[in-house]
């Protein structure tokens, strides 16, 4: 018999207005800053939110705390491949305290796990580029 995988269901709605209102309440995202807020703006945003809840995830289950900060970078142009326009880098620059600290393998174990399990990362074609900072020391 085969097992089914969970599955995790998300949804959104645009107003006429602009506003983006998420199927789990919480204030809307204002459609009147379009201009500021890009929907690419917004994927760079998800993507930093999820790779840090992920490694928040992993450190919680190893008895760990993670404090944790991150800015996100991305480029649009054609990709030589197909020429669409599309993003070719993004770069995540992340900077977490462990507490306790644990050791050098098991960072490292957190570390991969916080991207591996990112679903946002996870599904987009280019692999985003990380830089960690854990404690002070960058890797």
Not at 74 to 100: M, Y
Request: charged fraction near 25%; include cysteine.
């Amino acid at each position: 018999m085969a097992v089914r995988a969970r599955t995790f269901e998300y949804a959104v709605a645009l107003a006429d207005s602009g506003d983006v209102i998420g199927d789990r309440g919480g204030t809307p995202l204002p459609g009147s800053e379009r201009e500021q807020w890009t929907p690419e703006h917004l994927l760079l945003a998800g993507l930093a939110r999820c790779s840090l809840k992920s490694l928040d995830y992993h450190a919680l289950r190893a008895g760990i705390t993670a404090t944790s900060s991150a800015s996100v970078a991305g480029t649009v142009t054609r990709r030589e491949s197909d020429g669409r326009f599309a993003f070719v880098e993004i770069t995540v620059a992340a900077t977490v305290t462990l507490e306790p600290e644990p050791d050098e393998a098991e960072v490292e174990a957190l570390l991969m796990k916080g991207e591996r399990d990112c679903f946002v990362g996870a599904s987009l074609s280019l692999k985003p580029t990380y830089t960690w900072t854990v404690n002070g020391r960058q890797r």
